[in-house]
């Protein structure tokens, strides 16, 4: 199957191009985020990271749904566009933090656009491409996205923090984020579909919300969500840990250990649509779940048998493991929304995903980030832990709606 054959529609190639840009100026927010933390915090810089993508999740949990609500009669591109320039905006104050506290705050508020952006910008996507096929290959092209953002911005980071310090990066994020908006702009962006029957704020609010819960399959993507929460908070918050605090690696081991978690992930994304072709949505997705399970076990025993002196490469394969099995439950679950969905409610299914997802990283996160201050092994047995009985609940949860399954 051909993913890269949907860029030859104009407008879906603007907007794929927009993403990889805004995604490149993440990428090295993470990087950058994560050495600021390090300076400011020394060995605490785990549980300063965990604190700050709590936070985060705290915006995307609580205020998605109402931001949500509150834009969901305006205009797609200009709510994009606005976010896409409030994000640059904060973003521009992150190289002036001087205390923890300011991280903080600066992150709420970047992320509070980031939340009213994101489920916007993927829920346009199945308006552009109509045919399921092509939607498909758009989900694996978008994860595709993601994991060479996962390889290419920290080596990128890597190679600008041998000349600059890491404050230069913040840089990276605005540009990407104005770059982001300019492209929108020029999209041709489909209008929403209009009913004319007018729902009040609270109805639309929790119109999503309501939707998985009447949805069995949106059920399992609510239980796999927990697994793929549990393997990359261990990722994004204890890397910096793994790195400079147990083996006192540099600045640059950091960004090769979010690399391999991205290198797992592309190189299953590059396969996903053929595997959901033969083995459907929820089989793949479960596939997914039992491997991110394989990744913590070992996660686990590597953390308890480490040795500081030795080599950190089996880190680097458990993180390309962690990075395989979230990509095969995320890469196909926009499909099960596509399936429970309709014009007029999409925006708010999407926004419900993102919100709900995220529920789930704001419990994992302040697990790997402050228990893992107190204990590492603790902290990713207590992951496992999690993950373990969420793969189980989905397995059941999936298994009588097989027959109904969405198939390439």
């Not at 007018?198 to 309501?210: K, L, S």
């Not at 609510?222 to 840990?241: E, F, H, K, P, R």
Request: charged content about 10%; glycine content about 8%.
């Amino acid at each position: 199957m051909d993913i890269f054959s949907v860029l030859c529609d104009g407008a879906y190639r603007k907007l794929f191009t927009a993403q990889v840009i805004a995604l490149l100026g993440t990428g090295m927010l993470t990087v950058a985020l994560g050495l600021l933390a390090f300076d400011l915090a020394g060995e605490n810089a785990g549980a300063v990271v965990g604190t700050a993508l709590t936070i985060k999740m705290v915006a995307y949990v609580g205020l998605a749904p109402i931001l949500a609500a509150a834009v969901d009669r305006l205009p797609r591109k200009t709510v994009m566009v606005g976010a896409d320039v409030v994000r640059a905006l904060t973003a521009l104050g992150l190289p002036l933090v001087t205390d923890v506290w300011q991280i903080y705050v600066l992150i709420f508020l970047l992320q509070a656009a980031s939340a009213t952006f994101t489920p916007t910008f993927q829920s346009t996507i199945p308006s552009i491409l109509t045919e399921e096929r092509d939607y498909t290959r758009a989900l694996s092209l978008s994860r595709l996205a993601y994991d060479l953002e996962a390889i290419v911005s920290p080596i990128a980071a890597a190679a600008l923090l041998a000349i600059v310090t890491y404050n230069s990066l913040f840089a990276a994020t605005v540009i990407g984020f104005l770059g982001s908006a300019t492209l929108v702009l020029v999209t041709k962006v489909p209008a929403r579909a209009v009913d004319g029957v007018t729902v009040n704020f609270w109805r639309r609010a929790t119109e999503g919300i309501r939707v998985f819960a009447r949805t069995r399959s949106l059920r399992l993507l609510m239980l796999m969500n927990v697994v793929v929460a549990a393997g990359t908070a261990l990722v994004l918050v204890d890397s910096v840990v793994y790195v400079k605090s147990v083996f006192a690696l540099d600045d640059s081991a950091l960004a090769i250990a979010y690399a391999a978690f991205g290198v797992g992930s592309l190189l299953i994304a590059l396969n996903t649509p053929r595997l959901v072709a033969k083995r459907g949505v929820a089989r793949t997705m479960r596939g997914g779940a039992a491997v991110v399970l394989i990744g913590l076990v070992a996660a686990l025993a590597f953390t308890i048998t480490v040795d500081p002196t030795g080599n950190w490469w089996p880190l680097l394969l458990i993180w390309a493991t962690l990075g395989a099995g979230t990509s095969l439950v995320n890469t196909p679950s926009a499909r099960l929304l596509l399936a429970a969905s309709d014009e007029g409610n999409r925006t708010l299914v999407y926004t419900a995903q993102f919100s709900l997802s995220h529920a789930c990283f704001l419990v994992s996160y302040p697990i790997a980030g402050w228990v893992g201050a107190w204990n590492l092994s603790a902290a990713v047995l207590v992951l496992l832990a999690g993950g373990a009985l969420a793969a189980g609940a989905g397995w059941r949860v999936s298994r009588p709606t097989r027959p109904a399954e969405p198939r390439g």
